[in-house]
């Protein structure tokens, strides 16, 4: 079963501390994406994974970093976190070809992070 | 600048109605198009995919538009279920591999109300 997994779903954090979102994938896929999604805007592209150890910045990537040792695992770090990411961070993962039109990125079901 | 622009913000029809959602954007170049279904506090689900000058797709009740000259697509919803409540997303491909970017709508709120 196709399947992008998340954890934790919901953390509370307070300004200062670390922070370490986890995603998995199941399908082998090459392509690993972290977004983020605050009301009113469409989802941030943070950063891409395109394989083991090649990760590039997105559009938003900083505050954050990044970590993939696996193919099918990739995390989000944010070193001392701030208020203003308190956000809900999506997972997506993809083949290479990420906008062929047959292959439709696999979203997880995203973590709700509150930065207090 | 947002490149792709969604309306309306929000919705609210009765079940069974039928409603449109429109996405206009600036992307280019444009490769592709998608449309996505985000139930609350879920992920984002692929309900249709259009690629081509005038394409048209069908997804059960879910139907698309494309035109690219226009840079404009419609979202078509027949007959409109409860479950049809969610936040509808477009999205805008510009290459086809995953060395492109993805430009995400805001999304259209729809609330289906017995």
């Known amino acids: 079963d196709m399947k992008v997994t998340q954890m934790p779903r919901y953390l509370i954090k307070r300004m200062g501390e670390n922070v370490l979102l986890e995603c998995g994938q199941d399908m082998s896929h090459e392509t690993m994406y972290w977004y983020r999604q605050d009301p009113g805007l469409g989802l941030q592209l943070i950063y891409i994974s395109y394989d083991v150890d090649s990760n590039s910045e997105g559009d938003i990537p900083k505050g954050y970093r990044v970590s993939r040792k696996k193919r099918e695992h990739f995390s989000l770090i944010l070193d001392s976190a701030k208020t203003n990411q308190t956000s809900v961070y999506f997972c997506?993962?993809?083949?290479?070809?990420?906008?062929?039109?047959?292959?439709?990125?696999?979203f997880g079901e995203g973590t709700r992070l509150s930065v207090l | 600048k947002t490149q792709v622009e969604q309306s309306p913000q929000s919705l609210v029809v009765r079940q069974g109605e039928n409603c449109v959602l429109q996405c206009n954007y600036s992307v280019t170049p444009d490769n592709h198009l998608r449309w996505f279904k985000q139930d609350t506090g879920k992920g984002l689900v692929s309900l249709t995919v259009?690629?081509?000058?005038?394409d048209k797709t069908s997804n059960g009740r879910y139907s698309a538009t494309l035109d690219k000259d226009a840079k404009h697509s419609t979202l078509h919803i027949t007959a409109t279920l409860l479950d049809d409540t969610a936040t509808y997303i477009c999205?805008?491909?510009?290459?086809?591999?995953?060395?492109?970017?993805?430009?995400f709508g805001a999304g259209t709120q729809l609330i289906v109300i017995p």
């Open positions: 999205v805008v491909g510009d290459r086809g591999s995953a060395l492109g970017r993805l430009h």
């Open positions: 997506a993962s993809s083949v290479f070809s990420t906008g062929a039109h047959n292959q439709a990125p696999l």
């Open positions: 259009l690629v081509h000058e005038n």
